[in-house]
DNA sequence: GGTAACGACG
DNA sequence: CGTCGTTACC
């Protein structure tokens, strides 16, 4: 089974490169982020046309999850509060979390919070952000060991994951605390797929638009998947495709796709 | 000699397209209307790559009009106010008059107020426009009765400039006082170009973005060539080239060329 | 429908 | 740098 994971930075605008990829890339499921569109202006139509089943979480201008499937999913739940049922129904304004099961295996796409700066208010939510998909997370693997979890996580968990001219020192996306709290939610038992398969640095999936970081390799792997073990023990590859950041227009990510 | 006026609708947004249409159809000069750039932002050097002299005369987001030449203008002059003396200098605040003289013709390069509305204020403003039109070619006739005038002139002199789906009632661009404004203006000598090689209707510059104007041919002759006498006489052709208003995101106008 | 400007966000 | 939302203009 392959998964793929992209944030695409608004799905109108990339349609075609998306479309494009997933032609030549099919996959079982495609898990899309920041699609930046409400749900009645997602175009199902273009992956309805490929044969792919969409299922869509989305809201204006900002977040904004997809599942894009192969094959019809079972049991697809939007948002946190249909999992954890007395959550404040808050956790769900913004649009960051789908899930549905294939094959048996249940997919979990997240768009974790940005955090903006080390200490903002919007870093402490992150950080309670990532506490609510571990109780989130909790809840799943009750009636299922199998999860693939994969997204843009927004955390480089390793230094090796940074390209070296970052101050890593407290900077967002790489703060202990905020590899704590993912690590934390890890321990439920996941591991990345990624480094099943690839020990070195210089890999990422994501570079800033600004700075012309993508022509200088001054990127950063934020966009995973993690495996529990049942997975993770027959996953076969995991891989970063580079080439869709290379076209024009491109998204700032590129995607990853995990083969099990 | 090849003229050709074309409002292209910014010319950073169509760039490409306005740098590939010069490259397959050499003229002697090319008069741009709607530029829609402060003369810093203007990109000069993908014309003066093609071997071109760009004389610009923009503003911030609104109007700015350019001459494209094959060979260096002489007299260039930018705005009404730098031949009619006296004119009060508000009228050079939007940019929508240059010219210059080649092989001793005088090319005006015009892009007429739009009007808004029949009775508007931005009305009264283009027919106020009109009259200062017609003291400024006096002017400029006093010392060179060789004129070739182009431009988006958003009016539409006849009936026939017109596709039939519009009420041509008190429509902005086909009023009876814009038309007569127009005609007291050519009465100085000038004569449509077009019009000299083509009584029919149905040719029209300018399709609206809206209502799918352009795929069902509901146009408007509103991007003219006026030539004094001496010009008339010598006209060769006036071509209306629809190509590339049939390109992805193309200008709503598209390029008419004379050749005298 | 399609430009541009501006501010917010990343 | 490049999204979106808004407003203004055509």
Redesign the pocket.
């Known amino acids: 089974m392959k998964i793929a994971t992209w944030n695409v930075?608004?799905i109108?605008?990339r349609l075609e490169q998306v479309i494009n990829w997933l032609s030549e890339n099919p996959v079982d499921v495609l898990c899309l982020q920041e699609t930046?569109v409400i749900d009645q202006g997602f175009p199902l139509n273009s992956f309805e046309n490929l044969g792919y089943h969409p299922y869509i979480y989305g809201q204006?201008?900002y977040n904004g999850v997809a599942l894009i499937s192969s094959q019809p999913l079972e049991d697809v739940s939007m948002g946190f509060c249909s999992v954890l049922k007395d959550l404040d129904p808050t956790w769900d304004e913004q649009k960051r979390v789908i899930s549905g099961v294939i094959d048996g295996v249940r997919i979990v796409n997240l768009y974790v919070p940005?955090g903006?700066s080390v200490g903002s208010e919007?870093y402490e939510y992150k950080l309670r952000w990532l506490k609510v998909l571990g109780k989130y997370l909790q809840q799943l693997l009750l009636s299922n060991p199998a999860i693939s979890m994969c997204g843009d996580f927004n955390i480089a968990l390793e230094d090796i994951d940074i390209n070296d001219k970052v101050k890593i020192e407290n900077h967002i996306m790489a703060s202990d605390a905020e590899r704590q709290a993912l690590k934390d939610v890890l321990d439920l038992g996941f591991a990345d797929a990624f480094r099943k398969f690839n020990q070195e640095g210089g890999n990422y999936s994501w570079w800033d638009?600004?700075t012309a970081a993508f022509k200088r390799n001054l990127g950063w792997r934020i966009d995973h998947h993690y495996l529990t073990p049942v997975i993770y023990e027959r996953a076969q590859s995991c891989i970063i495709d580079v080439a869709p950041r290379k076209l024009e227009?491109p998204s700032d990510h590129t995607p990853v796709v995990v083969e099990f």
Chains 1, 2 share one sequence.
């Open positions: 930075n608004s109108r605008t930046k204006k201008a940005n903006s919007k638009y600004r227009k």
